[in-house]
């Protein structure tokens, strides 16, 4: 019923893996040619204009080219190969689609709030991978087995870090002491049961005793939580509006049937590692969901 997180937060090789460039592009402007013949009428001629690449996306108007989206796609590939995994195509593309769309809409927040792109932290990025991949020739031999250029590794390198610096911004806002409160429960299978263990309760019997009548390992302990915690909604509502000592009425959810005792509450409890993590991916999932309905979003990939 409590999410017990075992994960780190998504990191920059995770949420925000080292994809393409922002994939915007910028046409040429014609020139105009004038013949040097002196009886020759002045003639403009065009040159050759830049055509832009076919985009897989775009997020407010900068976009992922196909291209970049195509080498991702196979890095993602060879990626679950490895592990011996298949991924079908409809799942390739909405796993990449997302993470596109994720870390175009952090980075463009990143620098409208005054992010800049760090060179120094770039190039000292790179060397180390270099270093750890023994060398210049180690390094151009990884950029072809990943189907990076360097230029494309740049790009997508520094978007991933202003991505991440945007991300960071978002979790590390999550307090580290916050409302908390202290349950037990009884849990049971079915209603009858349920309803025999409430009527006990109303006679006067102890919840606590009861309780590990029930489960003799924990006594239905949940320990202590935050809002937002509870995998239920309607068991985290009614267990929020009891006083200490006060237990609820049998609520029924998909786990079974419940009866609730709120031992205790504390108003500025700090967090556990698990719990402010779970609140920081919380956070991080609210702020890109509200992103995503103010966005202009078009997915072009077939």
């Not at 937060?9 to 592009?25: A, D, M, Q, R, T």
């Not at 009548?213 to 509870?230: A, S």
């Not at 309607?234 to 009425?249: D, I």
Request: proline share 5%; net charge negative.
């Amino acid at each position: 019923m409590l999410r017990r997180l075992g994960y780190v937060l998504l990191i920059v090789l995770g949420l925000f893996s080292l994809n393409g460039c922002w994939g915007s592009l910028n046409q040429e402007s014609a020139t105009l040619v004038e013949s040097s013949l002196p009886s020759a009428t002045l003639t403009p001629i065009p040159s050759p204009t830049v055509t832009p690449e076919p985009l897989a996306l775009q997020v407010n108007g900068l976009g992922i080219t196909l291209r970049e989206f195509e080498a991702e796609r196979q890095r993602l590939r060879s990626a679950a190969e490895a592990l011996g995994q298949t991924l079908d195509a409809s799942t390739e593309r909405e796993r990449l689609v997302n993470e596109f769309i994720d870390q175009l809409l952090l980075a463009q927040a990143a620098y409208a709030s005054g992010y800049q792109d760090d060179e120094a932290v770039l190039e000292a990025k790179i060397s180390a991978l270099k270093t750890t991949l023994g060398g210049d020739v180690a390094w151009q031999q990884w950029l072809t087995a990943h189907n990076y250029t360097e230029v494309d590794y740049r790009q997508a390198l520094a978007r991933a870090l202003a991505a991440a610096w945007q991300r960071d911004r978002i979790i590390e806002a999550v307090p580290q002491t916050v409302e908390q409160v202290h349950v037990r429960q009884i849990l049971t299978r079915d209603q009858a049961t349920a309803e025999a263990y409430y009527r006990q309760l109303q006679a006067g019997a102890d919840f606590d005793a009861l309780a590990f009548q029930i489960d003799p390992v924990t006594g239905g302990d949940l320990g202590w939580f935050p809002r937002g915690y509870m995998t239920r909604s309607e068991l985290e509502a009614a267990v929020f509006a009891l006083e200490p000592g006060q237990y609820t009425p049998v609520i029924q959810t998909d786990l079974g049937f419940h009866i609730l005792k709120l031992i205790a509450r504390d108003p500025q409890r700090p967090l556990s590692v698990d719990a402010r993590r779970f609140l920081q991916h919380q956070a991080l999932q609210q702020w890109l969901d509200e992103q995503r309905r103010q966005a202009d979003i078009k997915v072009l990939v077939p």
